[in-house]
């Protein structure tokens, strides 16, 4: 939906990663490995091979990694020491709509300021489009993403310079801060953390899979993510659980 169909930009690596794990990450993890094989074919044959060097592996286990707490302070501090303004801005940017939303990469480069909101409750974005939806803002992150959507008003939050919405905006951004020794940033990790500690935080399933904008089958990918329990520790709860 709105996606450019030039080839370099529907056949960017990002696209087809977007695809995999937005529209069939549903399906079993050899169907989806396969899909991904042939449009990277397809891929390296139209846009030639320079994005898709011969040796390149895609690890099945990128997007089943949440961030931990001690990597998410790296991922701030790394964003803070970034050499200009902008850099600091649009990474943070990045990091409290993923970490405090859980928003899809395209859902990013589309975001505008006019759709975050604050009420008495706190910060709210709203989604438009095919997955329309309201996501509650993580406390921690919503003072940061309702400053920058008032500094950027009707604009995109992040980057809002740019007068067109490009498939890999992201991607395209994060190169350059690359010699900046990013340390393995992932907007898709940011959305899986995002979505384990919902989960970790005991967020109903059926309003959590509402505002992750995916079905209720698909969080069961992210069950082996949560912490193992102990039956000592939540026997009290399990027992109070019943009418």
């Keep these: 939906v709105g996606q450019s169909i030039e080839p370099d930009n529907l056949f960017h690596p990002e696209t087809i990663e977007r695809f995999i794990h937005e529209r069939v990450g549903h399906l079993s993890t050899g169907t989806q490995t396969n899909y991904r094989s042939q449009l990277r074919a397809v891929a390296k044959v139209v846009i030639g091979s320079t994005l898709y060097p011969p040796t390149t592996i895609v690890p099945r286990s990128e997007q089943r990694l949440p961030y931990t707490r001690s990597e998410v302070s790296g991922l701030v501090s790394w964003s803070a020491g970034l050499s200009t303004e902008s850099l600091r801005r649009n990474t943070l940017v990045l990091l409290a709509m993923g970490l405090g939303a859980g928003l899809t990469a395209q859902e990013m480069t589309r975001l505008t300021g006019d759709d975050v909101f604050v009420d008495e409750h706190g910060v709210v974005v709203r989604v438009i489009g095919q997955s329309q939806r309201e996501i509650p803002v993580l406390r921690r992150w919503e003072d940061h993403l309702a400053a920058f959507a008032r500094e950027a008003g009707p604009r995109p939050v992040f980057l809002p310079t740019r007068t067109r919405i490009l498939g890999h905006a992201i991607s395209n951004f994060l ?3 690359s010699s900046s020794h990013v340390p393995g940033f992932s907007v898709l990790r940011l959305r899986t953390t995002w979505i384990v500690n919902q ?3 005991g967020t109903p ?5 509402a505002i992750a904008g ?3 089958t698909q969080l069961a990918r992210y069950f082996e993510l949560l912490p193992a329990s102990d039956l000592g520790a939540v026997r009290q709860q399990i027992r109070d659980a019943g009418v």
């Design 205 to 209: 399933l059926p309003m959590l899979s």
């Design 214 to 216: 995916v079905g209720p």
């Design 199 to 201: 989960m970790e935080a």
């Design 175 to 177: 190169e350059r801060c």
